[in-house]
């Protein structure tokens, strides 16, 4: 056959060929082929586990949608009855007010009832006022304090009609005035006289306009209805006579 041994062995340098059994031949084979077949059995069980692992992940996923999307349906639909809700009691409040209202315009005589806004001026007196400037020494100015009467009875709570009376002071008609405006107010500034002369951004010229200061609350229990006390850097315009007050 050409081959001759080698002293060497396998690790002889001139060891070119391995001669083998039919037995040895077949070992061989059969070693091939489960190490084939155990390639292919690992390549087909991480093929299973990774498309196990994506569809995991597609269920956790439409899961997690879902119950999103449950969530958010379910908080839509709170969401809604909280507004409707909201919405029937502003409606019922604004009921009650404007009959307390008018009632309040027909105890005081205040005509057209159901029309007229139920504010008109107690008072209005110049005063002294004391504030601190920018180097907080003591300063005094005279200002205008003025007395405006609403049309709430003192049984309201002050919680309840504060910020009621605020914009309804402040909130233009459909002809675009303010009430404020009927007695010559330029603008309502919600901290005092010391900031006020010094906050160039909220008005660069004070001195030019007629400005209220935060207006403070009082009941009224002789009258029997809530109060407002404003002081303000000028005196009111000509009061219109449907703001004045009316003896009863």
Not at 74 to 87: D, H, N, V
Not at 227 to 246: G, N, Y
Request: charged share 35%.
């Amino acid at each position: 056959m050409g081959y001759k041994e080698v002293p060497g062995g396998q690790t002889d340098p001139e060891c070119t060929h391995v001669i083998l059994t039919l037995k040895e031949f077949n070992q061989i084979l059969q070693g091939k082929a489960r190490a084939e077949q155990e390639a292919r059995t690992t390549k087909s069980n991480a093929e299973r586990e990774i498309e196990k692992v994506k569809r995991d992940a597609r269920y956790t996923a439409q899961k997690a949608a879902e119950e999103a999307r449950q969530a958010v349906e379910g908080m839509q639909g709170e969401l809604a009855a909280e507004r409707a809700e909201s919405a029937h009691q502003r409606a019922l409040n604004a009921n009650l007010l404007r009959i307390a209202k008018e009632r309040a315009n027909a105890d005081r005589k205040l005509k057209p009832k159901k029309e007229h806004t139920g504010y008109f001026v107690v008072v209005s007196e110049e005063t002294e006022h004391q504030y601190k400037d920018d180097n907080r020494h003591m300063k005094r100015v005279m200002l205008w304090k003025t007395v405006i009467q609403s049309p709430y009875l003192i049984d309201f709570p002050v919680e309840l009609i504060r910020k009621q009376i605020l914009e309804e002071l402040s909130q233009k008609n459909e002809d675009g005035h303010r009430l404020i405006d009927k007695l010559g107010i330029n603008g309502i500034y919600n901290k005092g006289y010391g900031s006020m002369i010094v906050d160039r951004e909220w008005c660069a010229e004070p001195g030019r306009y007629n400005i209220m200061l935060k207006p403070k609350f009082r009941a009224n229990f002789k009258a029997g209805y809530w109060e407002i006390i404003c002081l303000h850097t000028k005196p009111l315009d000509v009061v219109p006579k449907d703001m004045r007050a009316r003896e009863k």
